[in-house]
């Protein structure tokens, strides 16, 4: 069973960070891409980042480029998003995915890429 499972959301003010993580279980984690996406309420899912297998191809959508960081550490099944500089814009629900696409890739920020989903977490940016 593949399990990729959020956490690290939460209430914060703007301005705030956040780090999220996503671990996995059922995969050969080092084998995927891993991207993250968010969804606010009435709005289509939104690419946010996404890093390859061994870190070398990073990509971010304009929105959040220069504020988050999306790293991995493949020795623990795991890949985080550092969100700085946090505004109510990016109030969502931020999920991980997985992917078996190609380093290079131009794909990386379209949904039907992606393999595996985990159930997203919360992350609320109000004052």
């Known amino acids: 069973q593949v399990y990729l499972v959020e956490s690290g959301g939460g209430l914060v003010k703007p301005g705030d960070s956040l780090r999220l993580s996503c671990a996995a279980s059922?995969?050969?984690?080092?084998?995927?891409?891993m991207g993250w996406f968010r969804q606010a309420p009435g709005k289509e899912r939104e690419f946010v980042a996404a890093i390859t297998r061994r870190s070398l191809n990073i990509y971010y959508a304009d929105s959040v480029k220069g504020r988050f960081t999306v790293s991995r550490d493949n020795a623990k099944n795991t890949v985080y998003l550092q969100m700085n500089g946090l505004e109510p814009e990016d109030t969502a629900v931020y999920s991980c995915?997985?992917?078996?696409?190609?380093?290079?890739?131009?794909?990386?920020?379209?949904?039907?890429?992606?393999?595996?989903w985990g159930q997203g977490t919360q992350v609320t940016v109000s004052s």
């Open positions: 995915a997985a992917t078996l696409a190609v380093d290079d890739s131009d794909w990386y920020h379209r949904v039907p890429v992606y393999k595996y």
């Open positions: 059922g995969i050969t984690f080092e084998g995927y891409a």
